[in-house]
């Protein structure tokens, strides 16, 4: 065992803060973790290439598997049987690649921490160079960037080049980030660096480098290096275009230092999509079915709340989306939250026109109120978390 590591009256934990870790002391210096999410047929091969590329480093592999349906974990375990240095964290009923990456540096105890993806898009052989920075002290996180010199891009269709380039120029413009490639997926950090930021980290969506690299308000010594991002082996990308609202959400969220959260915006905008419907259906039950007042606004009010559920169902909650037979517990438990709210809506308005009569400072009020308390429980009782 490596002197400097041994416990003892002699050593004081600050000793232990920069330990000099060799290859076979069985303590690692490097943990790669990889999150994964349906990528069975690629772990054995990513391993073969880092135990390849590795050697003569102190390894271990984390993969962050979140239960794939296609048995991913089965695979690692395969893996872990024969070499203990791999290990899976399986998440069940979880899902989110911040939060798999998150959950993994977490679960490691080496000084250093490396993310990369599964599917062999990211050029394995560039971590010792990474490892050496960090290890030198020149850099506290080592960024793979795909926009330097040196940049080829083979994995990468013209779109998703293109959304990637706007994304990272508004990052950079609003959240004051420095890094060329913020939306990377494939860095090496101190783990202890990584440790003091982490409690600031969302867990949400797949932007975990700009989330750090914004949480740690240029505090963080960062060298990039360039690779080349190469094509998916086996799988298909888990990003769809709907990263660009997670994406939205955390500029958002860093640039409020969390008070405004995404997921209220799209709650409250759902709420006003669903006031439209209201009166359109209000409208077309009155005018057109000729239906007496008390029975069209009933009607505004299903059509809405209606409208509204499905609009969160695959906006607002997309993350967790209920799918099936679900889908009707959740829309009932809907209609109750909603029908509190409107109570709680009208009773606030009441109460501030009694004071200030007002119609629309009342009005206002009142709608807060409701959409708050909409928004509360439904968080609660409808799209909770399992
Ligand atoms: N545990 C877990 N949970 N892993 C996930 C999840 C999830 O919900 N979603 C995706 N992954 C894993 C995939 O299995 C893969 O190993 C890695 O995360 C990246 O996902 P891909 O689906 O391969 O993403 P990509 O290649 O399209 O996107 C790349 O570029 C993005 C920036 O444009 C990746 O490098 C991303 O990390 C990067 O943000
Ligand atoms: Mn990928």
């Not at 590795?54 to 690692?76: H, M, Q, R, Y």
């Not at 998440?91 to 490691?108: D, F, K, Q, V, W």
């Amino acid at each position: 065992m490596n002197e400097a590591i041994r416990p003892g009256a002699e050593n004081p934990p600050q000793a232990l803060e920069h330990p000099v870790l060799e290859p076979g002391s069985g303590v690692p210096e490097l943990s790669v973790v990889i999150p994964t999410f349906n990528e069975r047929d690629n772990v054995a091969v990513l391993y073969r290439r880092l135990e390849a590329t590795l050697s003569g480093i102190s390894w271990e592999i984390i993969f962050v598997d979140d239960n794939s349906p296609d048995g991913t974990s089965e695979a690692v375990r395969r893996l872990a049987q024969q070499d203990s240095r791999v290990r899976c964290i399986r998440r069940i009923g979880r899902r989110g690649l911040s939060g798999a990456c998150i959950e993994g540096i977490l679960a490691s105890s080496a000084p250093y921490a490396a993310v990369m993806d599964a599917d062999l898009q990211h050029d394995e052989t560039q971590l010792p160079n990474m490892l050496s920075l960090l290890r030198s002290g020149q850099a506290e996180l080592v960024v793979g960037s795909r926009y330097i010199e040196g940049y080829r891009a083979e994995g990468f269709n013209k779109q998703r080049a293109g959304a990637s380039a706007l994304a990272t120029e508004v990052a950079k413009q609003m959240l004051q980030v420095k890094v060329a490639d913020p939306m990377s997926g494939f860095f090496m950090i101190r783990r202890d660096r990584f440790e003091q930021l982490a409690p600031k980290l969302s867990v949400h969506g797949f932007k975990i480098l700009l989330d750090l690299v914004a949480t740690a308000r240029g505090e963080l010594r960062t060298v990039e290096v360039p690779y080349t991002f190469g094509a998916r082996q086996h799988g298909e990308s888990k990003l769809d275009s709907m990263v660009a609202l997670d994406f939205l959400g955390l500029v958002l969220a860093k640039l409020t230092n969390d008070a405004v959260s995404l997921r209220f915006l799209l709650f409250a905008m759902v709420g006003s999509i669903g006031l439209v419907v209201h009166l359109a259906t209000l409208f077309v039950v009155l005018e057109i079915f000729k239906a007496p007042f008390a029975e069209a606004q009933a009607s505004g009010a299903i059509v809405a709340m209606t409208s509204n559920f499905i609009l969160n169902n695959f906006l607002t909650y997309r993350d967790q989306r209920l799918k099936g037979l679900a889908i009707l517990r959740g829309l009932i438990a809907f209609y109750l939250v909603c029908s509190v709210g409107l109570f709680a809506n009208v009773g606030v308005a009441f109460s501030v026109y009694d004071q200030e009569p007002i119609w629309w400072l009342a009005g206002a009020a009142g709608a807060l109120m409701g959409v708050v308390w909409n928004y509360a429980m439904s968080g609660l009782f409808v799209w909770r978390k399992r």
